[in-house]
């Protein structure tokens, strides 16, 4: 499987943002997803998990309350609702994918499909 992130840009603080992780070449249904992101000068975090079936979703302590993570299955496609994003949320945001069960969601080296990154800003 593949995955392109898209939906990055330029979003004022408080504002809304979607970023969409579209999978092609083999259906998504069995895969655990999840995003990251890294800014300038930093490791790459995690941000959001979704399980496979997208009963069990996952949130760094950062997001929580504010990003939403989901996925649509007929679209193959999840997606990262931002909600009142602060300018410390800036980064690349990148979506990884697993389908091995055993990822731990917060070490990005258990991951091993990733998307290219996708620019988001939060200006102030």
């Known amino acids: 499987v593949q995955l392109q992130a898209s939906g990055g840009g330029l979003v004022q603080a408080g504002g809304s943002l979607r970023l969409s992780c579209a999978a092609s070449?083999?259906?998504?249904?069995?895969?655990?997803v999840g995003w990251f992101r890294q800014a300038p000068g930093k490791e790459r975090e995690f941000v959001a998990a979704?399980?496979?079936?997208?009963?069990?979703?996952n949130y760094a302590d950062s997001v929580k309350g504010r990003f939403t993570i989901s996925r649509d299955s007929a679209k193959n496609t999840v997606y990262l609702q931002m909600d009142s994003p602060k300018p410390e949320d800036t980064a690349v945001y990148y979506c990884?994918?697993?389908?091995?069960?055993?990822?731990?969601?917060?070490?990005?080296?258990?991951?091993?499909?990733w998307g290219q990154g996708t620019q988001v800003t939060v200006s102030s």
């Open positions: 979704v399980s496979w079936s997208g009963s069990r979703t």
């Open positions: 070449g083999r259906t998504f249904s069995n895969y655990a």
């Open positions: 990884a994918a697993t389908s091995t069960g055993t990822q731990r969601d917060y070490d990005p080296s258990t991951w091993n499909i």
